[in-house]
């Protein structure tokens, strides 16, 4: 028998020491067929959630409905609010005839019983698997009276075997584009700027955007704006259709002073959309994570409207530059491993060597490799980031070999991390999606100078929170 195998060990506590050793490590890098916790979710989640940002718009997954529940159970978990979306329910006898009956009799419910002013279709694996034509069977449902002729449907085909949530939300988004903005008036435009989230299930960033934005007087649409059906007020009434981008300013997109999207990944194909084809004035930042990235954006603004950075945003970054130089001492020389989404972790890597410290690890299941090169530059541009491993299609299982075998100080990521951090027996803060175990912290940005202020807070005071847990009495102290 090798030793190379967990039947070698004898105990129980042999077999736990192997699997932090270097030598699983390397096994455990080695393998090529199977996938163990990716830190990712499959292409219609992140359809449904671009779907929620349009007024009145009711999400339709063309699947299977154990699907429909694994997404409206995630985002439910992490917002802790009700999503609305429905599925035509496809069987095994839909997998063998296709999935037209189910889609023109689902459409005709959907559109009776919750009374839309728009539907999003997209697909899950079952539907792409045996090649449903959406194009066409919308068009039949049409033809069979399941909703109006003129009534608004944009659908999006969201494969789950390649890409991931982040892919589905940009097909998504450009199916709406593209199904539902008129053609442009020439060189005629609104003089609203359009401001393009990308995946992001933090209505407190979405805020947080607005409010920079307005504050420098320039007018924008949001598109689509997910902030409302993400964190609507509670009043006692439920209300299926909470707020969102009016079907109006969707449909005037194509006529937008310019563009601007706030992730590179999550908006790949339609930032060529609009920039290419369409010819709009466009541009794409790295998500504004602490205080250099929120620079380049709010200066990107400046330059596209031609409106100055207020005085007011020039005292909000003087207040984020204190609070980083407040909390230095305790982020300065610490060691971190990170994984999530390719935007997120070019943001907080940027944010992390802002502020000293050092990534160690960078675990990105859905990264490309562009993505690496990206992140590469990222860290070649600091002395901190130079001995930073970058993992792209790696999972958590991967992530664990790493921390078992080069140690570090702090895990950054969503929930899924919280095994991976009890094991090396390091802190976890959460930031990413989906956090299904602490409250409201989709609520508070991550992004512009006060996302700085709150980022600094966080992981500041989790490491003095851990000193205080573990240090011994007679170094208990008032001050930290
Ligand atoms: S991977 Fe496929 S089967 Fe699984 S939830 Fe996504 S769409 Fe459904």
Redesign the pocket.
Known sequence: MSENTCAYRQSKEEVAEWLNSPEYREMNFNRKALSINPSKA?Q?LGALLCALGIEGCLPFVH??Q??AA?FRNTLNRHLREPVPTVSDSMTEDSAVFGGQANLIEGLKNAYQVYKPQMIAVFT???AEVIGDDLNAFIANARNAGSVPRDFPIAFAQTP?FVGSHITGWDNMFKALLQSLADPRHGRWTNGRLYVVPGFDAYPGNLREYKRLVSAMGIPMTMLPDATEAMDSPHTGEYRIYPGGTPMAELADALNASGFIFMQRYSTVGSYKFVKNVQKINTEVVTMPIGINNTDKFLMALQEMTGKPIPAELEKERGRAVDSAIDAHPYIHGKRFALFGDPDLLLGLTGFLLEMGGIPAHIVCTNGTEQFRKDIQAVLDASPFGKDCGVHVGRDLWHMRSLLMTEPVDMLIGDSHGKFNAKDANIPLVRIGFPIMDRVNLHRSPIVGYQGAINLVTMIANTFIDQVDCTCPDRLFELMR
Request: glycine share 18%; charged share 0%; hydrophobic share 10%.
């Open positions: 499959c219609p699947g299977s154990g699907c694994y899950s694996c079952m789950s």
